[in-house]
Every structure is written in structure tokens, then in C-alpha cells.
């Protein structure tokens, strides 16, 4: 997966654990899925009123939060079952929900 890595980190959609270190085998968790469909689809930030179905406090940063609102705003996770305050954004992603935000990213 390297390669694909590496095509992630140069067009910025994903950063890695660190500057130079990637988690390659390890599973991605919902936020993280998220935050890198929004990177690399430049979706159109929401606006100062709306109002998510979730939490800040649900992330583990602001910058995970800000773009799964976006994503919310912009209808990528009209799919995902349960999206809301009790929603777990932390848990790992499934293949699943990788195939719900790309399906919806295609049909919009």
C-alpha cells in the first residue's frame, strides 16, 4: 500500500500517524474515513448556522469535527445508519461505510 500512501499524503488527503511514519495495516477509524474523503473531495464548508446532528466532543479533534459536518451538510453521511449524538465517529471503520461515503460522493 505504499505507493497509494504516498499519493494520499502528496495530494494532502491523509497525514499519517506523524510527519514521515504511516499505520498502513491498521484499520481507520470513522472520523478518519471522514476527514479523507472530505480532503480529497474539497467539499464546500457548511454554513455558520447549520446545525450538525452530532457533537464536537464526539471527535478526537476539531479538525475531524469540521469536516464530518461538512460531509453532513453536503449529504455524504445520509447513509450511515444512527448518525448522530450517540454515533461513535472513534470506532473503526467498516468497508461498509468506506462504500456508503463514496457512493455518495458519487451520486451528488
Request: net charge negative.
Amino acid at each position: 500500500p505504499s505507493r497509494y500512501v504516498a499519493v494520499c499524503a502528496t495530494y494532502g488527503i491523509t497525514k499519517g500517524v506523524d510527519a514521515t511514519h504511516f499505520a498502513p495495516d491498521e484499520s481507520i477509524t470513522r472520523q478518519q474515513l471522514i476527514t479523507m474523503v472530505t480532503r480529497a473531495t474539497h467539499l464546500t464548508a457548511a454554513p455558520d448556522d447549520y446545525v450538525a446532528p452530532f457533537l464536537e466532543g464526539q471527535f478526537s479533534s476539531r479538525e475531524h469535527f469540521v469536516n464530518a459536518r461538512n460531509a453532513c451538510y453536503s449529504g455524504l453521511l445520509d447513509g450511515l445508519p444512527a448518525v448522530g449524538d450517540g454515533y461513535d465517529f472513534l470506532l473503526p471503520a467498516t468497508r461498509g461505510e468506506a462504500c456508503v461515503l463514496l457512493y455518495g460522493l458519487l451520486h451528488q
